[in-house]
């Protein structure tokens, strides 16, 4: 079966700073690849996805994440860190149902 | 604003109690999915209906009982749970189910059980 593993539990930042969350995916077939973003006490949000086509899969709220085959990684970046974008980030594959990583709780400090 | 709809966000029961969790969704998915989520861990999915009928079933204990009425509609009973259950439960849906569908979920906000 398909899975992710993220790596780092918990990402601190200062605001205006580089986000970097990294992804990795096993698979031995291209994989459906989601980053999700969950707010306290809420659902969880699409910010992007990557099925076939171009590697850099431009989202919502200025992330982006490019799939690398060769390091079989989909990290998941954003230029400049908002205070708004503190919230717990997951990385997932589709494989007829939607398999979640671990999850990375992403901090930014003023 | 989602388009998945839960009902209720908040519910509070004994363990000797029945209850249920709604979901409602108008999108015309065909797939919808319940997943549940403890405290700082990702989703755990534990069932999935596909055109009505229930596909998957990840062991899930019985005092958990699915039922998908219509393609609009999922429920979750529950009864006789335990404190361990206490948790965020989140329905989801999506076009199909299937390998070849490269659609993402849609989830809703969730409700979150408290199991005294």
């Known amino acids: 079966a398909q899975s992710v593993t993220q790596l780092g539990s918990h990402v601190s930042v200062s605001e205006g700073a580089l986000v970097l969350l990294r992804c990795n995916y096993s698979s031995s077939v291209p994989p459906y690849l989601f980053w999700y973003v969950q707010y306290p006490n809420q659902g969880l949000q699409l910010l992007l996805k990557y099925t076939t086509g171009a590697t850099l899969v431009k989202g919502i709220n200025g992330f982006e994440a490019e799939f690398k085959k060769s390091e079989t990684s989909f990290h998941l970046t954003k230029p400049s860190a908002h205070m708004s974008d503190a919230a717990e980030y997951f990385c997932?594959?589709?494989?007829?149902?939607?398999?979640f990583g671990a999850g990375t709780r992403l901090t930014v400090k003023p | 604003d989602t388009e998945v709809t839960q009902t209720p966000k908040h519910l509070v029961m004994g363990m000797t109690n029945k209850k249920s969790l709604k979901c409602e969704q108008h999108m015309g998915h065909r797939a919808m999915y319940w997943y549940k989520q403890k405290a700082k861990k990702p989703p755990e999915l534990m069932f999935v209906?596909?055109?009505?009928?229930?596909?998957i079933n990840e062991s899930v204990p019985s005092r958990f009982s699915p039922e998908c009425p219509n393609s609009s509609l999922l429920n979750l009973h529950l009864h006789a749970l335990q404190p361990e259950d206490s948790a965020l439960y989140l329905c989801?849906?999506?076009?199909?189910?299937?390998?070849?569908?490269?659609?993402?979920?849609?989830f809703g906000n969730g409700t979150r059980l408290t199991v005294t």
């Open positions: 209906y596909s055109y009505e009928k229930l596909s």
């Open positions: 989801a849906s999506s076009p199909r189910w299937s390998r070849e569908d490269n659609s993402p979920l849609h």
């Open positions: 997932a594959v589709r494989d007829n149902d939607m398999r």
